[in-house]
T-cell receptor
Framework: DSGVTQTPKHLITATGQRVTLRCSPR?????VYWYQQSLDQGLQFLIQ???????AKGNILERFSAQQFPDLHSELNLSSLELGDSALYFC????????????FGSGTQLSVL | AQSVTQLGSHVSVSEGALVLLRCNYS??????LFWYVQYPNQGLQLLLK??????LVKGINGFEAEFKKSETSFHLTKPSAHMSDAAEYFC??????????FGSGTQLTVLP
């Protein structure tokens, strides 16, 4: 158990809808990272937050947004969903701003029908 | 820019045989290099990492990797495969952006 909690584990929705994925980092970790894993794109970095502030941005679509709350949990919002957004979304956390040791959650499997 | 190439999307070895998973990287700055393992229905777990110092890095579960700058490689090895090693393995690099860029993964199958 990595200590990173992601909910829900599975999500099935329809095209055009909006969903929210939730991540609770390990106790004491200030950074949260979001990754998307799909068959065609592999593992792609989406965005990083550190202590409530956006720290780095990767290949995140404009339809996607994220935030980190004062209690350090994070939410990834996906809107106007398309079939191609179906993927496994991982959250990871670390103590500081570096990637030297990331702890990954078990992911949220999103299916867009 | 930084990138990772993992040679071989699928590797099969017999139990007790040597495991060799290949990874080549490109980075415009001295890289940090990582190997992660993903078991079915689980998140990624750090196996080992190279940041600075000794180029031969030992990780968990008997795995090790050697950073070879001249070959831009960071291959993962284990002397004797065990059935429990069956999983997907990802090589990753952190370059100038200090964010992880992952390879496409290698699925390791261990045959009895």
């Amino acid at each position: 158990d990595s200590g990173v909690t992601q909910t829900p584990k599975h999500l099935i929705t329809a095209t055009g809808q909006r969903v929210t994925l939730r991540c609770s980092p390990r106790s004491g970790d200030l950074s949260v990272y979001w990754y998307q894993q799909s068959l065609d794109q592999g593992l792609q970095f989406l965005i990083q937050y550190y202590n409530g502030e956006e720290r780095a941005k990767g290949n995140i679509l404009e339809r996607f947004s994220a935030q980190q709350f004062p209690d350090l949990h994070s939410e990834l919002n996906l809107s106007s969903l398309e079939l191609g957004d179906s993927a496994l979304y991982f959250c990871a956390s670390s103590a500081g701003t570096g990637v030297e040791k990331l702890f990954f959650g078990s992911g949220t499997q999103l299916s867009v029908l | 820019a930084q990138s990772v190439t993992q040679l071989g999307s699928h590797v099969s070895v017999s139990e007790g045989a040597l495991v060799l998973l290949r990874c080549n990287y490109s980075s415009s700055v001295p890289p940090y290099l990582f190997w992660y393992v993903q078991y079915p229905n689980q998140g990624l777990q750090l196996l080992l990492k190279y940041t600075t110092g000794a180029t031969l890095v030992k990780g968990i579960n008997g795995f090790e990797a050697e950073f070879k700058k001249s070959e831009t490689s960071f291959h993962l090895t284990k002397p004797s495969a065990h059935m429990s090693d069956a999983a997907e393995y990802f090589c990753a690099v952190s370059g100038s952006a200090r964010q992880l860029t992952f390879g496409s993964g290698t699925q390791l199958t261990v045959l009895p």
